[in-house]
C-alpha cells in the first residue's frame, strides 16, 4: 500500500515512487494539518513521524489549551482544508451560508478509511486507474456546529508521481446549507526562508496558452475565469517552483484542475512566509443548495511535484493523461490524418468543392476529410442556424449520405463539426424555444458572435441537442466530430431553476456538457472526438477525458504555434494538440512560413491539413507526400515519447528547439526552428536532451555518431543556419534504431 496510517503519531502518509506527501490530526480537536510534500521521506518502521514542525507543541498554537489565543493558531496552522469565518484570515478551502445567515465552518478529523484502487466521482470526468496500482485515502470530516461534513479524497498513482485529490461535502442536518465556495484541493507549505515562482498560463483567442513566470510575493496572486469556460484567457493550472528552478533542476509543485468550468488556482504567500495554494471553482456566481441528506462532489485536482524541474513536472503530468485520464480506442492508436475545410473554404463550399478537396487530398495521402461549420440550416455566416442541426441541401446536393458516401468511394473516411451548446436568435430553435437560451428574465440576452447559449441545466434541452446530433451522426458513415464552442457565458440566469438554484446554472452547465459528451462517446465508442472552442478556449483536463484531442488554437501560423504548442505541451502530451499545416500567407498573422517548418510544428501535434489542397502552390503541393511519411513514420513516437524542452523561442526571440525521446531512449526526434536570423554568428550549439548518455546515436542524413553524453554535455551544432532547411537523422548504433534530428530553418526575411 502506498498509503499508510501511523497511528502513534496520527499521521497519513502517501508514497509515490519519487514522493511523499504527510498530513497529521492534532490537538484533541482534531485539526487536520499538512506535514510534508516533496522527494520521497523512507518511513522506519517505530520511529516518529515527522510532525514536530508543525510546532503544536509550541504554546500559542495549541488551541484547546490556549483558548484566549486561538486565532494564532487558526491563521498560522497549515491547514488541510481550511474554513471561513472563525480565525483563519487566509484563502479558505470551503465557505458556507446557513439558513441563520450564519457563515462560520471549520471542518475537523472524525475518522478515515484507505482503500484499493480509486472511486470514481459521479457526473464529472477525473483520472482512472487503469493497469497501475491506485490506493485511496478518504478523510472524513465533520463541522459539528453546522452538520456539514466532509470527504477529503486522496488517491497515489505511484508511478507517474501524481496524487489526485477531491472533495465531497454532505449536509447532514435538516435545514438547508448553502455552499458558497468549494476548493477541490488546498497544499499548505510551511515554509520559512524559501523563496519562490508561480508559473501561470494566460492569452486570448489565437494565442492561447503563453507561460508566465512572477515571483510570488506577499498576499494573493490568483488566476481564474467567470467566463462559463476554463477559458482563453487563463488555465486552470498553477505551479509553485523554487526560485532558480530551471527546465531541469529545482523544485516544482503543479495543480491542475480537471474542470472546464470556471476556476480559481491561487497562491497565497502569508506573514510568516508560508505558501498555500487553492484550487477550485471559482466562488463568483457560485452557490450551491444542500438540502437534507444531499452530496456536493468538487471536480478533481491532479497535483505532482518534481524535484527535477519542469522537465520532471511535465513528464508527469504527460504520463498522467496519456495512462489515466485519455479514454477511448484512439488513446493508443494512429489518429488518422485529415485536411479541414475551414480555413480552406469557411462559409463557402458545396457538395462539388468538398469531393474535390477529397480528391486532391487523397492523392496526397490525406485520409480523412472533416466538414467545418456551415453545412445546416441557412448558415452562410455565422449569424444563423445554431440548434437547425438539418443539413443545408442547397450546399450539400444530393444530401449528407451522398457526400460520405461519394467521399468515402474516393477512399477517405469522413468528420462533421458541431456546435452544439449554442442557439442562434435566428433559427427555428430559437422561435419556438426562446426561454432555452441562458438569459436573464426581463433583461435583453448579451449576445456574442450572434449566438446564445443553451441552458443545459436543462434535461429536454440536453435531450433535445442530443437527439439532433445523433440522429445526423447516425444518418451517413461518419468517423470524427468536432464538437465547438464559440463563446463564453454571461446572463446567469434560467428560466427553469428557481431563485436559490440559480447561482448552480454555471456548474449545472458543465455538468450538462459532461453528460452529452458522456452519451456520445457511448453511443459512438468508435467515432473519434476532438473538442475545440473558439479555437482552444476549452483545452482542459476535463474535455480531454472524453476526447483524445482538443483543436489548440485557430491560430495556424506555425511561428505563433511554438508559443502556443509550448505552453500546451507544459502540461498536456503532444497527441492532445490538434495542430494542423495551413495556407501562407496565414489567415490570422499574415505571415509566411516554409511549408516544411509548418509541418514540422503541426507534427508536434495531432498532424493535419487545413487549407484548399487544390489551389496552394505546387511546391507546397508536391511536399505534402513527404510530411505524410513522415507523419507515418514518427506518430508513435510522437504519442507515446518522453518531450523535453531544448530552447524556447519564447525567451530567445531567435529559435525553438524540442526534442521525444522514446521511453527506452532507443529513438529521438529532435525539431528546430529557426525564426530570425542573426547576421555573421557561429554555428549554434544546441544542448540536447532525451539521450542515453552512454549509447551512440548516428545521424542517418551524414553517417556522423555522437554518444548521448556529448550530444546533451558538449552539444549538437547547427551550421549555415541563415538561409536553408534540413532534416537529418541519427541511427543508435547498438541497437540499430533510428534517432532523428529534424533541423527546420527559415529562410532569413521572408514573411517579416
Ligand atoms: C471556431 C473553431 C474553428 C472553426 C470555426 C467555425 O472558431 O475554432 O476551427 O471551426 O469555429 O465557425
Redesign the pocket.
Known sequence: MAIRYIEQDRTFWLDTEHTSYIMAVVDEENFVGHVYYGQKLQYTEGTPAPVYLMRTGEAPFVPSKNNRERVSFLDSFPMEYPGNGLGDYRESAVSIRTVGGHVGVQLNYVSHEIVKGKPALPGLPSTFPGEEDCDTLILHLEDQTTGLTAELIYTTFEKVDVITRSVILKNTTEQPIYLTKVMSACLDLDCTDEKYDILTLHGSWGRERQMERRSLMHGKQSVGSVRGESSHQEHPFIALLSENATQDTGEVYGMHFVYSGNFLAQAELSQFDSVRMTMGIHPENFVWKLEQGESFAAPEVVMTYSSEGLSGMTHHYHDMYREHLIRGEYRDKKRPILI?N?EATYFNFDTQKLLAIAKEAKACGIEMLVM???WFGHRNN?DSSLGDWKVNTDKIKGGLKYLVDEVNNIGLEFGI?F?PEMISPDSDLYRAHPDWAIHIDGRAATQSRCQYVLDLSRKEVRDYVYDQVSAILHSANIRYV?W?M?RQLSDLGSSYLSADHKEELFHRYVLGVYELQERLVTEFPNMLLEN????GARFDPGMLYYSPQI?CS?DTDAIERLLIQEGTSLIYPLCSMGAHVSDCPNHTVGRVTPFETRGHVALAGTFGYELDVTKIPKEDREQIPQQIAMYHKYHELVREGDYYRIASYSENHLYDCWAVSAKDKSEVLVTYVQVLSTPNVHSRKLYLKGFEPQAVYRLEETGETFTGEILEKYGFAVTNYDNYAIAADFNQEEKGLDILAHLDVVPAGEGW
Not at 532 to 535: D, E, L, Q, Y
Open positions: 479541414n475551414w467545418d461549420d456551415g455565422d463539426w456546435e468536432k465547438d464559440n475545440c472552442s473558439g479555437g483543436w485557430d
